[in-house]
C-alpha cells in the first residue's frame, strides 16, 4: 500500500509534463498547446451530418456485456451504453479530444434523452486498470480528511512548477462527494471539487470504483460542478447495476497466484494508479467541463485546462 504522502507525491509531480502532451480547444490561454482540427463545430453546424454522427453512436439499452463479458451493466432507463467505436467517435470528433485519447475506453454510459452535443451534455467513461487485485484490508483505517489535506498541500506546493512549465494553478477544494467503501459488493465512489486558474470556475471529478479479481472497473464522470446533483442521482443507480461476471469477481481472487495490486484503497482515492509503463495515471482523469475534453493517463492542468473550463463556444 503507497503511503498517502508518498502518493500524492507521485501524483502531483507527473502534472509537471510537458506541454506537448494534451490539446485543447478555445480560447484566453497562454502555452503551447498542440493544434487540434475543431471538428465537432463542423458536426454542429449541419443538421444531417449531426443526425449521422447520432445514428453512429449506435445507442443501446438494458444489459450490456463488457470487455467480451468480464462485467455486465444493467441500465436504468434514465441511460443508454455506446461501445469503443461509439465513445471514441463523441470524445474524439463530437467533443474535440485529440485523436487516440479514447483508444482504452471500454465504452460510455450517456443520458437516453438528450443531445450529446448539447451545451447540458454529459456522460460517464468506463475503463478497466489491470494492475491487479486492490487489498481493502485498509478500509476501515483511512482518515479521508487527513488525506484531502495532504493532497490538498500537495496540490498547492506543485502550483509553483506548473506555472514555471507554462500551466496555471489547480486548487483542491474539497470533497464534493466524500469516498465511501461498501466491503459487501467492493465498490467505491468519491466526488472532488476543483478550481483551475482561481478563476473560480468549479469543476467536478466524481469516481467510481468497482473492484475485481484482476484490477478495477473505473467509471470517471464527465460533467460540470454544476451538475453534481445530477451525476450523484445516476451514480447512485449504477452501482447496484454494475458487477464483475464469474471468474472476474474480487471474491474469485487466488493468493499467490493472481496479481496483487501495489496500493491499497488509499492510493485507488490518492489517484497513485499505476500504468502499464510504470508512470501513475492522474487524480484527474475523465475530467471535462463546458467545452468536453477528456484527460486520459496525464494532464497539462493549466492552458489546457483554463481552454475546456472556459466558456464555450458559440460553435
Same mark, same amino acid.
Given at each position: 500500500?503507497?503511503?498517502?504522502?508518498?502518493?500524492?507525491?507521485?501524483f502531483f509531480?507527473?502534472?509537471?509534463?510537458?506541454?506537448?502532451?494534451?490539446?485543447?480547444?478555445?480560447?484566453?490561454?497562454?502555452?503551447?498547446?498542440?493544434?487540434?482540427?475543431?471538428?465537432?463545430?463542423?458536426v454542429?453546424?449541419?443538421?444531417?451530418?449531426?443526425?449521422?454522427?447520432?445514428?453512429?453512436?449506435n445507442?443501446?439499452?438494458?444489459?450490456?456485456?463488457?470487455?467480451?463479458? =468480464?462485467?455486465?451493466?444493467?441500465?436504468?432507463?434514465?441511460?443508454?451504453?455506446?461501445?469503443?467505436?461509439?465513445?471514441?467517435?463523441?470524445?474524439?470528433?463530437?467533443?474535440? $479530444?485529440?485523436?487516440g485519447?479514447?483508444?482504452?475506453?471500454?465504452? =460510455?454510459?450517456?443520458?437516453?434523452?438528450?443531445?450529446?452535443?448539447?451545451?447540458?451534455?454529459w456522460?460517464?467513461?468506463?475503463?478497466? $486498470?489491470?494492475?491487479?487485485?486492490?487489498?481493502?484490508?485498509?478500509?476501515?483505517?483511512?482518515d479521508?480528511?487527513?488525506?484531502?489535506?495532504?493532497?490538498?498541500?500537495?496540490?498547492?506546493?506543485? $502550483?509553483?512548477?506548473?506555472?514555471?512549465?507554462?500551466?496555471?494553478?489547480?486548487?483542491?477544494?474539497?470533497?464534493?462527494?466524500?469516498?465511501?467503501?461498501?466491503?459487501?459488493?467492493?465498490?467505491?465512489?468519491?466526488?472532488?471539487?476543483?478550481?483551475?486558474?482561481?478563476?473560480?470556475?468549479?469543476?467536478? $471529478?466524481?469516481?467510481?470504483?468497482?473492484?475485481?479479481?484482476?484490477?478495477?472497473?473505473?467509471?470517471?464522470?464527465?460533467?460540470? =460542478?454544476?451538475?453534481?446533483?445530477?451525476?450523484?442521482?445516476?451514480?447512485?443507480?449504477?452501482?447496484?447495476a454494475?458487477?464483475?461476471?464469474?471468474?472476474?469477481?474480487?471474491?474469485?481472487?487466488?493468493?499467490?497466484?493472481?496479481?496483487?495490486?501495489?496500493?491499497?484503497?488509499?492510493?485507488?482515492?490518492?489517484?497513485?494508479?499505476?500504468?502499464?509503463?510504470?508512470?501513475?495515471?492522474v487524480?484527474?482523469?475523465?475530467?471535462l467541463?463546458?467545452?468536453?475534453?477528456?484527460?486520459?493517463?496525464?494532464?497539462?492542468?493549466?492552458?489546457?485546462?483554463?481552454?475546456?473550463?472556459?466558456?464555450k463556444?458559440?460553435?
Amino acid at each position: 500500500m503507497l503511503a498517502p504522502r508518498i502518493a500524492t507525491a507521485l501524483f502531483f509531480a507527473s502534472l509537471q509534463l510537458s506541454p506537448t502532451v494534451l490539446v485543447a480547444q478555445g480560447s484566453g490561454a497562454s502555452g503551447p498547446i498542440d493544434p487540434v482540427v475543431p471538428s465537432d463545430s463542423a458536426v454542429r453546424a449541419d443538421s444531417a451530418a449531426k443526425a449521422e454522427f447520432l445514428a453512429k453512436l449506435n445507442r443501446r439499452s438494458g444489459e450490456i456485456s463488457l470487455d467480451g463479458g =468480464m462485467a455486465t451493466l444493467r441500465l436504468p432507463a434514465s441511460v443508454s451504453f455506446i461501445d469503443h467505436a461509439g465513445a471514441k467517435l463523441l470524445l474524439e470528433v463530437g467533443w474535440g $479530444n485529440p485523436a487516440g485519447a479514447a483508444d482504452d475506453v471500454l465504452g =460510455m454510459i450517456i443520458p437516453a434523452a438528450g443531445d450529446p452535443l448539447g451545451e447540458g451534455s454529459w456522460g460517464i467513461v468506463i475503463e478497466f $486498470n489491470d494492475d491487479g487485485y486492490v487489498s481493502d484490508k485498509d478500509a476501515a483505517k483511512i482518515d479521508f480528511t487527513a488525506l484531502l489535506k495532504e493532497m490538498q498541500e500537495s496540490t498547492e506546493a506543485s $502550483n509553483e512548477e506548473r506555472e514555471k512549465a507554462g500551466y496555471g494553478s489547480v486548487h483542491l477544494l474539497g470533497w464534493a462527494e466524500p469516498p465511501s467503501y461498501d466491503a459487501g459488493s467492493h465498490k467505491m465512489y468519491w466526488a472532488k471539487e476543483l478550481d483551475f486558474g482561481g478563476d473560480g470556475t468549479h469543476t467536478l $471529478n466524481y469516481a467510481v470504483r468497482i473492484l475485481g479479481r484482476r484490477g478495477v472497473l473505473e467509471l470517471n464522470a464527465v460533467a460540470g =460542478m454544476d451538475q453534481l446533483t445530477t451525476i450523484r442521482d445516476e451514480v447512485r443507480q449504477l452501482l447496484p447495476a454494475v458487477e464483475f461476471a464469474e471468474g472476474h469477481r474480487y471474491t474469485d481472487y487466488v493468493e499467490g497466484t493472481d496479481k496483487l495490486a501495489t496500493y491499497g484503497l488509499m492510493g485507488l482515492v490518492a489517484g497513485a494508479l499505476a500504468t502499464k509503463a510504470g508512470l501513475f495515471k492522474v487524480l484527474f482523469a475523465g475530467l471535462l467541463a463546458a467545452k468536453k475534453f477528456l484527460v486520459m493517463g496525464v494532464v497539462a492542468a493549466g492552458a489546457a485546462a483554463k481552454r475546456f473550463f472556459g466558456k464555450k463556444s458559440a460553435a
